[in-house]
């Protein structure tokens, strides 16, 4: 299916609701369709031993949070790289992250080259408003579509995103708390390759058993339903002023059902609805 327009869209729900499903869905079947991780974003950084990534790995290792401004940056940096979003000023400059830039040596304005220049960068007043990206041009062609994972996920960095990129729209996935809960109880896991199974849906072959190796399956310490549920309650107390920061926009669609095959068909017609048509 052929996107007529560029779709710039989030998914927000519930910790086992299904948004990796529904992202890789809606990527098989647009291709058009790109996928933006922030943590892919990060992990990409601190591989590549960028100046960002090196600061960023001390942080994550000391057990902080990367500040949002920097996780935006990366954000703004990746949609820049790709045409889709531009400078409207000559001489503003997005972070250079991309380490053929970091590499060769050369000269530029990337404020993040040592630990006084971030905290320099990350304290400036126009930065903390967003200054560096009201300028910004958006590519409004279907080729610059994307779904943005891992960010935002409060109203506050949903208001700092409007600056940089207009997301235009924003999926509210909702399945019933106890029918989460009975999937996560469920769930096994084949520790050496990641490997998933569900008792309900996905079973293996032999009980308790991985299917390739035959090796023990083990329940994961974050799936029990205490866990859950104090997960549950964490979302729902952010999730709720970003969504309705969304519908303040307009741009809010919400979904409900009972799986993800359930919910699959009513995002795509609504995807195409706002996008193909």
């Known amino acids: 299916m052929r996107l007529r327009r560029a779709a710039r869209v989030i998914l927000v729900g519930a910790p086992g609701v299904g948004k990796g499903t529904q992202s890789e869905r809606l990527l098989q079947r647009f291709p058009q369709l790109a996928s933006i991780s922030s943590g892919d974003l990060l992990r990409h950084n601190v591989k590549q031993r960028t100046p960002l990534g090196i600061k960023v790995e001390s942080t994550m290792k000391a057990g902080g949070l990367v500040p949002d401004a920097l996780i935006l940056r990366l954000i703004g940096n990746e949609l820049n790289q790709r045409g889709w979003i531009s400078s409207g000023r000559p001489s503003d400059n997005i972070m250079t992250l991309s380490s053929s830039g970091l590499d060769t040596g050369a000269a530029t304005a990337d404020p993040t080259q040592d630990d006084a220049s971030i905290a320099a960068f990350l304290s400036s007043p126009a930065h903390a408003r967003g200054a560096f990206a009201t300028q910004a041009q958006v590519n409004e062609d279907p080729s610059a579509s994307f ?12 208001a700092q995103l409007d ?4 997301i235009n729209l924003a999926v509210s996935i909702r399945t019933p708390l106890e029918v989460i809960v009975a999937r996560i109880g ?3 896991v084949h520790e050496p390759s990641g490997r998933v199974y569900n008792t309900s849906f996905n079973a293996p072959r032999v009980e308790g058993r991985d299917d390739v190796t035959g090796e023990p399956l083990v329940r994961r310490a974050d799936d ?12 729902r107390e952010t999730s709720e002023p970003l969504l309705e920061h969304y519908a303040k926009k307009g741009v809010l669609w919400e979904v409900e059902g009972l799986s993800s095959d359930e919910i699959t068909p009513k995002l795509v017609r609504e995807f195409e609805r706002r996008f193909a048509e």
Do not use: I
């Open 163 to 166: 600056a940089l990129v207009p």
């Open 186 to 188: 469920g769930r096994w």
């Open 224 to 235: 029990s339903e205490e866990v859950y549920r104090a997960r549950w309650d964490k979302f």
């Open 147 to 158: 779904l943005l994972d891992g960010f935002p996920r409060t109203a506050a960095q949903a």
